[in-house]
């Protein structure tokens, strides 16, 4: 009766490990994606007489190929990984470099942040750099985490993040930059970074901020559209002001899915960046908050496979990836709800672009390889001999000799 009580709570407890919660929550997103990217997209295809299966088809082909990625990477051994982040490092530097160049890089609404990959796909040459960033972050700290305790020691992993930032920034993207300083920000947290030193960084990284703003003409457009939007409503808080009237048209249960107007020419991005508002039209406050419950369980299971990885490399990497997930979320979310300037950060697993959807799952992939690969090895349980043979009364456990009762019978008899 104990065993087999006991069998049920390991199966249980094997049904909720953080990498299924991950890897469960994952593919909802990726589903319910699927759906909305065919809402929010198809009825404007329909109204200009394109195919309203053409994004959905291609989202789908992308979510294929982010499943081989994430299989790719749940089996690759720990030292592949490691081998990995100075290369992918490197080319993620060299494309964010040549995606600047005009002629190379595909600008699109005044930004050059895509590489042409074919007349049907584009790489975001920003997508990779964030997982090669946390790839090499791991490594790097993981060879000599003392020395995060001073500021010395802090500034090769500094130097190397804002570089990578500042390509970003440059494209321009500033809601990606900010993601890559969260991711290694996280992990410099995790690795036993001083918080003073961190700090001072959080305030040199704000007048930084400031500074970007305060340079280009759209950020300070995107900045005062957020405090008041109805400052210009036909102009730079059109996109905010649709996505609040989406909102408001959904209310509790939504207008019922696909049955959104909003996305017909009215919410600009309806199926990338704002897609969140189409579901909050479509579905009501019950959609957002399913979506907002679902990167909390990914938020959780992630931090969850950091708290039992079993070496610093595999901590800092699965914290590092996780905040890349959580932050992209909270930007957006944050974004589409007016509480937080527009800054062009999709959500993630939800919205289109295929780049963001292979690069998700194959950190995803990589989560759950830290997982499997942490989990500690199965006491086994010291049996009594006593217990094997029947024999209790015996502290030895070996069986009576019955030879020796025979003889001991024949002498009483005898005497």
């Known amino acids: 009766m104990k065993a087999t009580s006991r069998r049920g709570a390991a199966a249980r407890t094997a049904a909720v490990s953080p990498e299924r919660l991950l890897t469960g929550a994952v593919l909802a997103l990726v589903c319910f994606g699927l759906v909305m990217v065919y809402s929010a997209s198809s009825a404007v295809a329909l109204l200009g007489e394109g195919d309203p299966m053409d994004f959905v088809i291609r989202q789908a082909v992308f979510a294929v190929i982010g499943l081989g990625a994430y299989l790719v990477c749940a089996r690759m051994r720990p030292a592949a990984l490691r081998r990995l982040s100075g290369p992918a490092l490197a080319v993620a530097a060299f494309l964010l470099l040549i995606v600047l160049i005009p002629g190379v890089g595909v600008a699109v609404n005044g930004s050059r942040r895509w590489l042409s990959l074919g007349s049907l796909a584009q790489l975001q040459p920003s997508e990779v750099a964030k997982v090669a960033l946390a790839l090499w972050l791991a490594v790097a700290i993981a060879r000599d985490p003392r020395r995060l305790r001073t500021m010395r020691g802090l500034v090769p992993f500094l130097a190397v993040t804002a570089a990578i930032a500042m390509l970003i920034l440059i494209e321009p993207d500033m809601g990606t930059a900010a993601v890559v300083v ?164 999709p959500l993630p697993f939800v919205s289109y672009g295929g780049s963001s959807l292979v690069i998700l799952l194959a950190s995803t992939g990589i989560l759950v390889n830290i997982a499997q690969r942490s989990r500690p090895v199965p006491r086994l349980r010291v049996i009594p001999v006593s217990d094997a043979s029947g024999d209790r009364g015996r502290g030895d456990g070996r069986a009576r000799d019955a030879r020796a009762g025979r003889r001991r019978g024949v002498a009483r008899a005898g005497g």
Not at 205 to 232: N, Q, S, V
Not at 256 to 274: S, V
Request: glycine share 14%; no cysteine.
């Open 182 to 345: 969260m991711v290694a920000v996280s992990m410099l947290i995790v690795a036993g970074a001083r918080l003073q030193h961190l700090g001072a960084l959080a305030v040199a990284l704000g007048a930084l901020a400031l500074m970007a703003i305060a340079m280009a003409p759209y950020r300070r457009e995107r900045l005062l559209a957020f405090l008041d939007p109805w400052h210009d409503p036909s102009g730079v808080g059109f996109q905010t002001i649709q996505a609040q009237v989406a909102f408001g048209s959904g209310g509790l249960g939504g207008v019922g899915l696909g049955d959104g107007l909003q996305k017909a020419f009215y919410l600009p991005e309806a199926h990338t960046d704002m897609i969140l508002a189409t579901v909050g039209e479509e579905l009501g406050l019950l959609g957002v908050m399913a979506v907002v419950i679902a990167f909390g369980v990914v938020a959780v299971a992630g931090y969850r496979i950091a708290l039992g990885a079993g070496d610093l490399h595999r901590q800092l990497l699965a914290a590092g990836l996780t905040t890349m997930v959580v932050a992209q979320a909270a930007i957006n979310m944050g974004a589409v709800l007016g509480v937080m300037p527009v800054t062009g950060v």
